[in-house]
Structures are given as structure tokens and as C-alpha cells.
């Protein structure tokens, strides 16, 4: 067993047993194998929408509800549980976040009480592989848990719900 094997396989989640599942998908994607789910059905009933744009969750989803929200259109976001950011950190570069502020989704006091770390340069690396610096690429940790309560709240002031 690795040393990356032996550390995963001590976190609560199982994140070794996801990556090995994710592993073995990818892997019969590539070979063709992987069977493809009917997940779109037809009905030739009318259903009755009174949403513009509904989203299937997540940070990313509430950030682009939020934008759409603003706007002026009508956002139903879908979660399947708590709407409720990962524990861990979320990298993003200063000028995606600064998009936030430009959209009026966040004002410069939320964006800094939103990062948790910054730093420059960042090393990328694949196994075996060359290493590559780059600036200002992925160099903020961001606190999701605080990006979606502060946005969650914008979300239904201008007009969204969260379903």
C-alpha cells in the first residue's frame, strides 16, 4: 500500500474507496464498456414551469443562480440535501473572485472575509510528471460554507428560491 493509500484510507468518507470507483469509470469509459443510463423520459403531458432556469445545486450553482437572480430571472436551485459548502477549501484565482463583487453577488468586505489562504506561485504536478509554476492561477482558498450562506440569503432577497 502507498503512503497516499495508507493516509486515505484513514479519512472518514472513504475518499480512497470514491477515487477507486471513479478510477474504474473512467477506465471503462476509455475502453467503451460503460453503459449509459436512460435518464431522460417523455411525456406527452404538459408540465407547468414557473422557473426560467432551475439548477442542480452545489457552490457553483448557487453562485450562478445568485447572477441569474440578480437579473431577473426566475431561479429554482434543486439540492439534495442541506445547501451546505464542503469543509475543504475552494481554489479560485483574485480576478474569477473579483467577478463576484463586479456581478454585485458579494462586496469587498464578504470577499475577504470569504478567503481563507492566498498564495503565489502554486506548483502543478501530475504523478511522474514535469512540474509547471504558474501565478495567479488557483492561488485563493476560498471558505464555500461562507460563500453559500452569504449568497443563499441574496438568493432569495432578489427574487430566487431555493427548493
Request: aromatic share 6%; glycine share 10%; hydrophobic share 45%.
Amino acid at each position: 500500500m502507498t503512503l497516499t493509500e495508507q493516509f486515505l484510507s484513514q479519512v472518514p468518507g472513504s475518499p480512497l474507496e470514491g477515487l477507486r470507483r471513479a478510477d474504474a469509470l473512467w477506465q471503462s469509459l476509455r475502453e467503451g464498456t460503460l453503459p449509459v443510463p436512460n435518464v431522460v423520459q417523455e411525456s406527452a403531458q404538459p408540465i407547468a414551469i414557473e422557473w426560467d432556469v432551475v439548477i442542480s445545486g452545489g457552490t457553483l450553482g448557487i453562485l450562478l443562480g445568485a447572477a441569474l437572480a440578480q437579473r431577473g430571472w426566475r431561479v429554482a436551485l434543486l439540492e439534495r440535501g442541506m445547501l451546505r459548502g464542503r469543509d475543504q477549501e475552494w481554489n479560485i484565482s483574485r480576478k474569477e473572485l473579483q467577478v463576484f463583487v463586479e456581478l454585485g453577488l458579494l462586496t469587498e468586505a464578504e470577499v475577504g472575509q470569504a478567503i481563507a489562504t492566498e498564495y503565489n506561485p502554486a506548483r502543478v504536478s501530475f504523478l511522474e510528471g514535469q512540474e509547471i509554476w504558474v501565478t495567479d492561477v488557483l492561488n485563493i482558498g476560498v471558505d464555500p460554507v461562507f460563500l453559500l450562506e452569504t449568497l443563499q440569503t441574496k438568493v432569495s432577497v432578489l427574487g430566487g428560491a431555493v427548493v
